[in-house]
Antibody
Framework: QVQLVQSGAEVKKPGASVKVSCKAS????????MHWVRQAPGQGLEWMGW????????DYAQKFQGRVTMTGDTSISTAYMELSRLNSDDTAVYYC???????????WGQGTLVTVSS | DIQMTQSPSSLSASVGDRVTITCRAS??????LAWYQQKPGKVPQLLIY???TLQSGVPSRFSGSGSGTDFTLTISSLQPEDVATYYC?????????FGQGTKVEIK
């Protein structure tokens, strides 16, 4: 069965960077785009971008352009999302989610809580 | 960028009620719309894709309709386990914007 397992919670200081990993299993990773979505405490879902694991191509939400980098290592079926120049507004649960061929995303990681605090 | 606007932002209904949530896109997105359910403390779940196709395993009391700019998620008979926040998302070109969410509670 499809599983996405993310790395553990992180606490970072303002100005630092964080890199979250997402290990996929149960399917061929090169066949599906991987999206990243975040959710601040008590808030809604916010789409950050996607990566095509096969080509390495990416597309990011304008809000995160210049601060986010999505990469992948197909040899270990793992996707990464790195966010730099963190501030308190970046405190959120970050999810990886596999794109579904019919539309939307159909499998989600368990989420990684990133807390930005001095 | 295309904006996605949901209404209402919250609602309270009785068990067995028919519940309707709307999602409006600021520009036409054809049928490239997905709906998600997020129960408290849980990961979102895909309910509907392609505006009206029910994801496998989703109860048939959920349905979706619409195309272009106006979309609807309907719960034909609200159940206690449907308490959740529901989100729409455009699933065409980037950015894959979400609506702000609709919180559904039991009266």
């Amino acid at each position: 069965q499809v599983q996405l397992v993310q790395s553990g919670a992180e606490v970072k200081k303002p100005g630092a960077s964080v890199k979250v990993s997402c290990k996929a299993s149960g399917y061929t990773v090169t066949g599906y785009y991987m999206h990243w979505v975040r959710q601040a405490p008590g808030q809604g879902l916010e789409w950050m971008g996607w990566i095509n694991p096969k080509s390495g191509g990416t597309d990011y939400a304008q809000k995160f352009q210049g601060r986010v980098t999505m990469t992948g290592d197909t040899s270990i079926s793992t996707a990464y999302m790195e966010l730099s120049r963190l501030n308190s507004d970046d405190t959120a649960v970050y999810y990886c989610a596999r794109e579904y061929s019919g539309g939307g995303v159909d499998h989600w990681g368990q989420g990684t809580l990133v807390t930005v605090s001095s | 960028d295309i904006q996605m606007t949901q209404s209402p932002s919250s609602l309270s209904a009785s068990v067995g009620d028919r519940v309707t949530i709307t999602c409006r896109a600021s520009q036409g997105i054809s049928y490239y719309l997905a709906w998600y359910q997020q129960k408290p403390g849980k990961v979102p779940q895909l309910l509907i894709y392609g505006a009206s196709t029910l994801q496998s395993g989703v109860p048939s009391r959920f349905s979706g309709s619409g195309s272009g700019t106006d979309f609807t998620l309907t719960i034909s008979s609200l159940q206690p386990e449907d308490v959740a926040t529901y989100y729409c998302q455009k699933s065409s070109s980037a950015p894959w914007t979400f609506g702000q969410g609709t919180k559904v509670e039991i009266k």
